[in-house]
């Protein structure tokens, strides 16, 4: 019998990971979610028929700040915060993607790589451009980091709405999270790039 992700036999940690990821990017959207129910004077119901009736991420993010950047901008500071937070999600999502449609190899060099094949089936041509694209636990562990500060992100920003409509958030104000470094989607990106300054798209 066939053994599914044997690939990862001795990288049972960077297995986690990617694992970790793809499930937690299901919270990500769950906590756009808040953010774009506080835009919608807290009606859950239609907000969720609103972002889940659109199939695909990037879709959902392009609905998500089609309502929310116009109500940001209402308020002082917000809309330099929003946009931070959006391309934060954004670049989560780009992570997530490419996770989600690869195809994984451990050649004899005994590191680990995988094939982005959603992008490498854009390419032109009869023959594929197949490019063997090599992850590390280090790396890993940065992108799951950059989950979780994806994360504070949209609940402090939902924390602010609630704020500023006069209403008392359940439990503890979230503060807007220390920033920190988008990390690359491959090793083969040496140096990770810096994260996208407040008030850029």
């Known amino acids: ?40 004077n807290d009606d ?3 907000t969720t028929r609103i972002l889940f009736r659109v199939r695909g991420e990037a879709a959902r993010l392009s609905v998500a700040d089609a309502i929310l950047r116009p109500l940001f901008s209402k308020y002082p500071g917000l809309t330099d915060k929003w946009i931070t937070a959006y391309a934060v999600v954004r670049h989560c999502k780009n992570i997530r993607n490419q996770y989600a449609h690869c195809h994984w ?46 994360a504070g992100w949209l609940y402090h920003l939902r924390d602010q709405l609630i704020l500023r409509a006069g209403k008392t958030p359940t439990g503890l104000i979230l503060p807007e999270p220390k920033s920190i470094p988008q990390p690359p989607l491959d090793s083969h990106q040496a140096k990770a790039a810096p994260s996208p300054p407040a008030g850029r798209a």
Do not use: W
């Open 1 to 40: 019998m066939t053994s599914l992700l044997s690939e990862f036999i001795n990288f049972p940690r960077e297995r986690e990971l990617v694992g970790r990821m793809l499930l937690a990017y299901g919270e990500l959207e769950f906590a756009l979610l808040g953010c774009v129910s506080e835009a919608l």
């Open 44 to 46: 859950i119901h239609t």
């Open 105 to 150: 190899q451990r050649p004899d060099d005994g590191k680990l790589y995988f094939l982005n094949l959603d992008e490498e089936a854009k390419s032109s041509g009869e023959v594929l451009n197949v490019t063997f694209r090599p992850i590390d636990l280090v790396l890993l562990q940065k992108q799951y980091e950059y989950f979780e500060y994806a």
